[in-house]
């Protein structure tokens, strides 16, 4: 019987010889150790998990020493099966190895921990059993979204979520703020958990997360009605009280939103200051910057629509720390009580908010808070859906970036890597990014090159600033002369067409001018304004592609030959701008013998094309059109240069290449 004692001999007869069991053991392909006592030290450990973790020097170690980032995750079952006896398995465990020549990589595992029994019976150990799960969840997806229901009603549920909820989340410049939803566990049935995040005309963000009782559509639609009631009145109205009083009404005239639970926060983030009401919700964490957790008071309201007015309760925020709101699924479990279930709650998102950065989490506390709450809390399966939306009140945030450069070409890599520095620190996602970017150049790049008479240089100011209501604002004022585009000049005036699409709003004007001067004779300002977003993580719904910041691109190059069939090519990496469009003329001219044989040029490597860029296009066309000879461009679909040369109808443009390349 298990742990019945026996002899060496006996066992031996039993099991076989000891070599034979530890070569067996060392050569089995699971994930496989043993741990001894309540400190649970490395007994033994086979090659696959020496492998899986990158470690073999452990032995004797004890496992929270031995493997510091399962903290909040396995260190926690080990300690619940060393004292209850009872088994448990947990599925997507994430851990960060050390791979040697592989690097450092991020892995996840479905872990099984039993308990060890001495000859008495009594827990003196354990064994932990792993399945390396990393293929399975390499987009970071929790286990239980791989589980559910086929592939086309995952994309059915999916698009449902992305067309009731919020995609995307405003990005402030004091608080930060991620959200993270998961369907509940039956694909068929998509529920009435909602979330939503909407700063507020006095600088205020009201944080909202919600459930409506049942699933399936008319759960959904009936989600949807209360979410877009409630984001009107907000907008509309500036009692809290009376917008609350509204709502519920709204709830008791809808037979389906009735008993609709919600919990809504109010943070002021310049105060720190927190109302905040919740209707038959669980109460909003606090997570302080020292790792300690607490919930707010309940507010004792009942669920909306049933005769229990919403009472306002008022709380605080101290820079650093973070609120979260999140949905009674995440608490509520099989087997737990709801007590049990918010204090594990309380212990996953403080460490989630704490724990230093490793490869793949979220690079805020408020991101991984959403992510590593949910992702750990439904790895042994949920049946209701789960909302995660978490606010962090920033300790010091971004101050508005003022610069103020002379008319000449090097001040524009000064402003573009100014400011690309300033929109990574606000945080900005990377079609944002990209966007903003865009525009800033082309407008510095205006400035420089027509308001001052060549060859007498003046100032250029540039000024960004990210307003309370998530819209970045920026301005370049110069004191020259503004020169109206020639329309007769088809390779010029692009810049400001090309700022103006892609950013939400562009204004030019002029200091009112003195008596008998014309407009524009003493200054042009441009005015841009662009909103700022970060996706929310729905569901299946992957946006790996949107973090914050840009990386460094690449410095600017062009690589040139000659092909087999005598046409010209050119691979051109990095930004094409003011400071570079020269050279990119002249290599392009050089590479195609001025225009006499065709040339193919390879601008998916282009980080940015600026109108310059797009100038000096435009002669290489022009000279190999009067040659009779033809350019062709190749470029990324989507990407910035396919979106510029789009705008321009430049030339024919390929997204992929349409001969051999011939390079070297």
């Known amino acids: 019987m298990p742990g019945a004692a026996h002899d060496d001999d006996t066992l031996g007869r039993l099991v076989g010889e000891a070599s034979v069991v530890r070569d067996a053991f060392e050569q089995l392909p699971m994930v496989l150790t043993a741990l001894d006592g309540p400190d649970h030290r490395l007994a033994a450990m086979n090659a696959a998990y020496r492998a899986f973790t990158g470690r073999s020097d452990v032995i004797g170690v004890a496992y929270r020493e031995a493997f510091p980032e399962m903290a909040g995750q396995l260190h926690e079952m080990l300690d619940r099966v060393y004292a209850t006896g009872e088994p448990e398995t947990g599925k997507g465990w994430r851990g960060r190895v050390d791979l040697g020549a592989r690097g450092i990589q991020e892995v996840f595992a479905d872990v099984t921990v039993v308990p060890r029994r001495a000859g008495d019976g009594t827990v003196n150990g354990l064994l932990v059993i792993a399945t390396d799960a990393t293929d399975r969840l390499a987009e970071g997806q929790p286990a239980a979204d791989t589980e559910r229901g086929n592939p086309a009603d995952r994309e059915i549920v999916a698009d449902l979520q992305e067309a009731l909820l919020p995609t995307a989340l405003p990005v402030l410049p004091r608080a930060r703020i991620a959200a993270r939803y998961l369907a509940a566990g039956q694909e068929q049935s998509a529920g009435g958990d909602w979330f939503d995040a909407i700063p507020l005309a006095d600088g205020s963000v009201a944080l909202a997360v919600g459930d409506v009782v049942g699933h399936g559509l008319a759960a959904s639609a009936a989600m949807g009605q209360l979410r877009a009631v409630l984001a009107e009145l907000l907008a509309a109205e500036a009692d809290l009280e009376r917008i609350l009083a509204r709502t519920d009404a709204f709830a008791t005239r809808t037979p389906a939103l009735r008993a609709a639970t919600l919990a809504l926060a109010v943070l002021d ?92 989490a979220a690079p805020t506390a408020a991101e991984r808070v959403c992510q590593l709450t949910v992702e750990r809390l439904t790895r042994i399966g949920h049946a209701d859906d789960i909302t995660t939306l978490a606010a962090q009140r920033l300790a010091d945030p971004v101050p508005a970036l003022h610069l103020e450069l002379t008319s000449e070409k090097a001040s524009l890599t000064t402003a573009r890597d100014a400011f690309a520095e300033w929109l990574g620190r606000v945080g900005a996602a990377a079609d944002d990014w990209e966007a903003l970017h865009l525009a800033v150049v082309e407008i510095f790049t205006n400035a420089i090159e027509h308001a001052y008479p060549p060859g007498e240089p003046g100032i250029i100011e540039f000024e960004a600033t990210l307003g309370d209501d998530g819209n970045v604002e920026c301005r370049v004022t110069d004191h020259g002369t503004w020169r109206r585009p020639d329309p007769s000049d088809a390779d010029r005036g692009h810049g400001l067409m090309v700022a103006g699409h892609v950013v939400d709003t562009l204004l030019v004007s002029h200091p009112p001018p003195e008596a008998g001067v014309s407009p524009g004779t003493q200054g042009t300002i441009v005015a841009l304004r662009h909103r700022l977003r970060r996706p929310a993580l729905l ?10 910041g840009h990386p460094a691109g690449p410095p600017f190059t062009v690589d040139t030959s000659i092909g087999e069939s005598g046409t010209a090519r050119a691979l051109v990496r990095g930004p094409v701008d003011i400071t570079t469009a020269d050279e990119l003329a002249r290599r392009l001219l050089a590479v195609s013998r001025g225009g006499t044989v065709p040339l193919v040029a390879d601008l998916t490597g282009v980080t940015q094309l600026a109108s310059a860029g797009v100038r000096a296009l435009y002669a290489v066309s022009g000279q190999l059109s009067a040659h009779e000879q033809d350019l062709t461009l190749i470029t990324a679909p989507g990407s910035a240069a396919r979106v510029v040369l789009d705008l321009v109808r430049l030339a024919p443009v390929a997204g992929e290449d349409p001969a051999p390349s011939g390079r070297s």
């Open 269 to 360: 983030p310049a105060a720190g200051t927190l109302r905040y009401t919740t209707c038959g919700h669980p109460p909003p964490l606090v997570i302080g910057t020292g790792g300690a957790a607490r919930f707010l008071e309940g507010t004792g309201t009942g669920p909306l629509g049933t005769r229990s007015p919403p009472v306002l309760a008022t709380g605080a925020l101290a820079p650093g720390e973070l609120v979260l709101l999140y949905s009674d699924g995440l608490v509520e479990r099989p087997g737990r009580t709801l007590a049990e279930g918010m204090a594990e709650l309380a212990v996953v998102a403080a460490d989630a908010a704490s724990r230093t950065l490793t490869a793949g």
């Open 539 to 548: 569901a299946a719904v992957h946006h790996h592609s949107q973090a914050a």
